[in-house]
């Protein structure tokens, strides 16, 4: 089994940045794939971003150029830079753990971007 933990949600102003970490423990393999997805009032879950364990990286169109997904593989820790925040970033942000045999979520965490 494998435990997720988000950190760093909060409000804050359009335009500005918050740092999203998930901090995976437990049964982790050595190869496998973790991303950031959010759920807005009303809407599908929908991705974020995504790395595996090599570092490639994938972003949705929507937060190309904002958003920079990164892990700490030695503190199997995943991390979210969101810069120039919009109103439409509003969501739950949740961390995502999947392997060829394993997927698991995180609790989320409510990021909310207003003036």
């Known amino acids: 089994q494998v435990r997720l933990v988000e950190s760093g949600g909060g409000l804050v102003q359009p335009g500005g940045s918050l740092r999203l970490s998930c901090a995976a423990s437990?049964?982790?393999?050595?190869?496998?794939?973790m991303g950031w997805y959010r759920q807005a009032p009303g809407k599908q879950r929908e991705l974020v971003a995504t790395i595996t364990s090599g570092s490639r990286t994938n972003y949705a169109n929507s937060v190309k150029g904002r958003f920079t997904i990164s892990r700490d593989n030695a503190k199997n820790t995943m991390y979210l830079q969101m810069n120039s925040l919009k109103p439409e970033d509003t969501a739950v942000y949740y961390c995502r753990y999947l392997s060829s045999i394993q997927n698991y979520w995180g609790q989320g965490t409510q990021v909310t971007v207003s003036s």
């Open positions: 437990g049964s982790i393999s050595s190869i496998n794939n």
